[in-house]
């Protein structure tokens, strides 16, 4: 692999992963609730992360050459960031709606609107009269 090939990959997916987590990460700020907060940062965990590991690969590749150990290992790292974020994913969710959080009601499809019984929402646009 020539040094322009590897250098233009490397930074093309180091690059698009690292703008897939900041994307992320400010969509996280701009959301309401827990559910949505874990839900936009899906994108950076199920493909912002291998994309960083693939980065990181492509480089070991380069400077060191192919090896079966490298390309294993790589291959168990986007594995094993897939399956986690998905399951760590669900039981934050789990977690979030069994503690009796309120959903943001204006998002939809928004099938837990209702709160929980007990729960106070107060919405924080409404306005005082």
Same mark, same amino acid.
């Given at each position: 692999m020539n040094e &322009?090939? &590897?250098t233009t990959l490397v930074g093309i997916f180091g690059i698009t992963g690292s703008l897939l @987590? @900041?994307?992320s #990460? @400010?969509?996280m700020f701009r959301v309401r609730d827990a559910l949505s907060r874990i839900n936009v940062f899906s994108p950076a965990t199920g493909l912002g992360m291998p994309f960083i590991v693939v980065a &990181?690969? /492509?480089f070991d590749l380069y #400077? #060191?050459?192919f090896s079966w150990f490298s390309l /294993?290992? %790589?291959v168990i790292a986007v594995l094993c960031l897939i399956i986690v974020s998905s399951v760590a994913s669900n039981t934050l %969710?789990? #977690?979030t709606v069994l503690s009796g959080q309120p959903v943001f009601r204006k998002t939809s499809?928004?099938?837990l609107a209702a709160p929980p019984e007990g729960v106070v929402d107060i919405d924080p646009e409404a306005k005082d009269s």
């Open positions: &322009a090939l &590897a @987590l @900041l994307g #990460s @400010l969509a &990181a690969f /492509i #400077s #060191s050459g /294993i290992m %790589a %969710a789990r #977690s499809p928004n099938r």
